[in-house]
């Protein structure tokens, strides 16, 4: 449901529409003169309805696609492939200490963690791969 255009704005709207026109002008909608006019309108805009008139000859902005998160490790920057070797020094180091042989199992499980989702991943890979080098079927020689 849209707000009455009575309602008044504060400084947070004023600067969402002096960005949303910058992007028109950048865009090149707007000449250098209309962009001066309209960003005196929206600066001097009070309500709602001020703002709305700014936009009424230009497009609706388009919702960019979210760009996705990249999947980063729990130890930063640092590879997996050389945090790994390191592991069963410190498993070897902890049992001498404390003479606990549990300190072993951190072994395979430092590898589950590290690479877990990297293994699943080299296997869809590889049949896919495997599908396009298999020739369909009535098409073998």
Do not use: N
């Not at 250098?32 to 600066?43: L, M």
């Not at 009070?46 to 999947?71: I, M, W, Y």
């Not at 951190?106 to 298999?134: K, N, S, W, Y």
Request: hydrophobic share 40%.
């Amino acid at each position: 449901m849209a707000e009455p255009p009575e309602i008044r704005i504060g400084t947070v709207e004023r600067e969402d529409a002096m960005k949303r026109l910058s992007d028109h002008f950048a865009a090149g909608r707007l000449s250098v003169a209309e962009f001066d006019e309209r960003s005196g309108i929206v600066a001097a805009a009070l309500t709602r309805g001020d703002l709305e008139q700014v936009f009424t000859d230009l497009p609706e902005p388009v919702s960019e696609k979210p760009v996705p998160a990249e999947r980063r490790s729990l130890l930063g920057s640092i590879p997996p492939e050389r945090i790994m070797p390191v592991v069963p020094i410190i498993a070897l180091i902890l049992f001498l200490v404390t003479h606990q042989w549990l300190f072993f199992l951190l072994i395979p499980l430092a590898g589950a963690v590290l690479f877990g989702g990297q293994g699943r991943e080299r296997r869809r890979r590889a049949e896919r791969r495997d599908r396009r080098r298999r020739p369909a079927r009535g098409q073998e020689d």
